[in-house]
């Protein structure tokens, strides 16, 4: 099963993309994770993406294409894949609709994961990450020991760069002007759109998930 996970910065699409690919048995891809860590290792593809990470832009199209090229090629992926963070331009949406069509495959699911503002703001201005796995956390303060890290050594929890006041208005702005045009887009080329409301609990969430995905 294929499934593009869709939704503005915070909304939850990667936690519950965790929990999406380990019920179907099939791995996630996270572009935003991928470029994380081409940033910290310094490639060519960190050097590049850096500056647009760091505001909050959106990193290029033949950056994100490559990436996702890679990544749907690998023998890991025959299963399935749950998509996290890309699409997030038209241009990426043909492409992918394209690199599916050379390997044969369809694009199942297109979960688009609703949620206001207000809420987002709210919920990356308190997030951190652990600075060695990636994990995110709320309620934990910039500095903690990630004491349940399974990476030695274990990390301490940081901010992510993008999740500084500023670069949080820009990522809502960039998801308005480039991101929602996808979802008319997907609502234009086929019936695989489905939205669900991304407000309350994780366990909640994950209920609605599961339906839309129809293993619940
Ligand atoms: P995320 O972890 O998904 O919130 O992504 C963090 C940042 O990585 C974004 O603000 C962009 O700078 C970059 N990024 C991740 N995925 C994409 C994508 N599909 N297209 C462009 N930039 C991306």
Redesign the pocket.
């Given at each position: 099963m294929i499934v593009v996970l869709l939704g503005p910065?915070g909304c939850g699409k990667?936690t519950q993309g965790e929990r999406l690919a380990a019920a179907l048995g099939v791995p996630k891809i996270?572009?935003?994770?991928v470029?994380?860590a081409a940033i910290k290792a310094e490639t060519p593809l960190g050097l590049e993406?850096r500056a647009?990470?760091d505001r909050?832009?959106?990193?290029p199209?033949p950056l994100?294409l490559g990436i996702m090229r890679e990544a749907l090629a690998a023998p890991e992926q025959a299963r399935g894949v749950i998509l996290?963070?890309?699409?997030?331009?038209v241009p990426?949406a043909e492409g992918l609709a394209k690199v599916l069509e050379g390997l044969a495959r369809p694009l199942d699911l297109v979960l688009l994961f609703e949620i206001a503002d207000e809420e987002l703001v709210k919920r990356l201005s308190g997030r951190t990450v652990c600075s060695a796995c990636g994990t995110p956390a709320t309620g934990r303060a910039p500095g903690e020991l990630h004491a349940e890290c399974k990476a030695s050594p274990k990390g301490h929890f940081v901010r992510r760069k993008?999740d500084e006041p500023d670069a949080i208005r820009n990522?809502l702005e960039v998801y308005e002007q480039q991101t929602a045009p996808v979802i008319a887009w997907y609502r234009a080329h086929g019936d695989r759109l489905t939205a669900i409301d991304a407000t309350g609990t994780m366990d909640v969430i994950e209920a609605r998930v599961r339906r839309a995905a129809g293993i619940g």
């Open positions: 910065p990667g996270s572009t935003g994770d470029i994380r993406a647009y990470y909050g832009d959106l990193v199209d994100i996290d963070g890309v699409v997030r331009t990426q993008d990522r």
